[in-house]
């Protein structure tokens, strides 16, 4: 199973105006996530679903994302990453999927680098750069320190040797 995991893209500040959950994207980076989906849609990844938190940023991030794929499967929307996603909420989703052969979920940092982290079997987190979309290859059934690390794409290129990627 093909596994990314993708932190939302560039967001407007915190402020004592905007709710965190209302927190949108900015135009810059809405441009630059729409050019990393694109180089991700040539490198081929084509989800069964893609998940998305219900955090404002990271729904808009999963809307540009299956737009740029030309995805035809659901976005779902999901409570469980909301900031706090854990593995626990990572298994709950993938057996609620029936196990699909890809899967995108679009979230927060630091849950993102430390679900990549506990995939991998790495001690520390696995941080991902605002709108950067990390590839794993796991086994059908996801199990801790299984994954296997296929690429990171970022703003900045593509890293594909986890050694570049630390």
Do not use: C, N
């Not at 809405?30 to 050019?35: D, N, S, T, W």
């Not at 079997?121 to 950067?132: Q, T």
Request: proline share 5%; aromatic share 6%; no cysteine.
């Amino acid at each position: 199973m093909k596994l990314y995991l993708v932190r939302h893209a560039e967001a407007i500040e915190r402020s004592g105006t905007t709710p965190d959950a209302s927190r949108y994207l900015t135009t810059k980076g809405r441009l630059a996530f729409r050019k990393i989906a694109r180089r991700v849609r040539k490198a081929g990844i084509a989800p069964d679903i893609i998940f998305s938190s219900p955090l404002l940023r990271a729904v808009q991030t999963a809307e540009i994302l299956a737009e740029r794929l030309k995805h035809q499967g659901p976005v779902v929307v999901a409570r469980e990453l909301s900031p706090g996603f854990d593995f626990q909420g990572f298994r709950s989703l993938l057996t609620g999927a029936g196990s699909p052969g890809e899967a995108a979920f679009v979230g927060h940092e630091p849950d993102l680098g430390l679900l990549a982290a506990v995939l991998m079997g790495v001690p520390e987190g696995f941080p991902l750069r605002k709108g950067a979309v990390l590839a794993l290859e796991a086994d059908g059934s996801a199990r801790k320190g299984t994954a296997k690390f296929l690429w990171r794409m970022e703003e900045k290129g593509t890293v594909s040797r986890l050694a570049d990627a630390t």
